[in-house]
């Protein structure tokens, strides 16, 4: 991957009124890169994806995305931009078929090839295939998964921001998400995730942050990090 970061977050501080959650933190993304932030329950993890995506806005600090400052962007703004938010807890259109939530994410689209992504996405996402029919809200929660994670791609981004997306999976499915993360990491497009799951974004992950209430408390390769006993300790325990 190339040394330029796409995505550079730089001392942010953030909260909710008067909770400050965030301190200090600083992280870069480059081109095709696959970096996780690990980290426990509350130790801020959601609440950095959000201000990265500018759902809330930090009370200092910035985030660049190509040397662009986003806090001059509106966040329905973003995916037209190339950086897709995937929240957490599969928040598909439940009334929605499969194949009309895929449509949806390629609403800001202005080409023609959104019928051949779908096809593509397909070829990816075989059950969805199957499913392309079936009413979104009656998937399995892996399908569903998977279908939020199809549906965001569809927007063609160039980055990723995905929150939890081993929430409530079984062990299979969660190791071969995280093949196809990597697979699309392979293809340019870079992904950002948080995960409380080490042991897998740690098998996977080309660097990862440790969040620790709100502070970045460490950083480094898998390698590196399998290295250090009080992450170990602390994030990889029943290993
Ligand atoms: P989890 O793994 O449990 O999802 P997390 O690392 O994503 O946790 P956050 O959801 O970012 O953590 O929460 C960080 C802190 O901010 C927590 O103390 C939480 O209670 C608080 N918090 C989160 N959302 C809000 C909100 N809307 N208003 C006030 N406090 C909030």
Redesign the pocket.
Known sequence: SSTTPILTVENLVA???K?Q?LQEVSLEVRQGELVAVI??????????LKNIAQLLRPQSGRVLFRDRDLRKLAPQKLSSKGIVLIP?GRQVFKELTTIDNLRLGAFYRRDSKIETDIDAMFDRFPALKVLQNQQAGLLSGGEQQMLAIARGLMARPQIVLLD?PSLGLAPQLVASLYETLASLCDEGISILL?D?MAQLALSVAHRLYV?ETGKIIQAGTPEELSRDSRIIDSYLGNL
Do not use: C, P, S
């Open positions: 909260g909710y009124d909770l959650v980290g426990a329950n509350g130790a801020g993890k959601t609440t950095l957490e939890e948080v409380q969040l």
